[in-house]
Nanobody, 123 residues
Framework: QVQLVESGGGLVQAGGSLRLSCAAS????????MGWFRQAPGKERELLAA????????DYADSVKGRFTISRDNAKNTVYLQMNSLKPEDTAVYYC????????????????WGKGTLVTVSS
């Protein structure tokens, strides 16, 4: 059974930082591209960052480029999202997800999803 479990969310003041983690099990993690998404109340789900499985290629949404960094540790079956310079508009539930290739992540065609972790940024 595949599981993706996010952690690291919480309440932070504007300008602060958080690091989200997503621990994967039940799949060959090193062969999956990974993505971080978020969904704020009343808004559509948004792809924030993606990382390839083979060469570590990364993609970022314009809204987070320069502030967020995605990384992975295949030995620990974990993908991370370092979030800096957080803004109130970053408040959302953050999800990690896995897909067979980074092109699928960009299309939102994910094979597996986590249940999400809430990030709240106060002004």
């Amino acid at each position: 059974q595949v599981q993706l479990v996010e952690s690291g969310g919480g309440l932070v003041q504007a300008g602060g930082s958080l690091r989200l983690s997503c621990a994967a099990s039940g799949l060959t993690f090193s062969t999956y591209a990974m993505g971080w998404f978020r969904q704020a109340p009343g808004k559509e789900r948004e792809l924030l960052a993606a990382i390839n499985w083979s060469d570590g290629t990364t993609d970022y949404a314009d809204s987070v480029k320069g502030r967020f960094t995605i990384s992975r540790d295949n030995a620990k079956n974990t993908v991370y999202l370092q979030m800096n310079s957080l803004k109130p508009e970053d408040t959302a539930v953050y999800y990690c997800a896995a897909a067979g290739a980074i092109v699928l992540v960009r299309m939102g065609r994910m094979d597996y999803w986590g249940k999400g972790t809430l990030v709240t940024v106060s002004s």
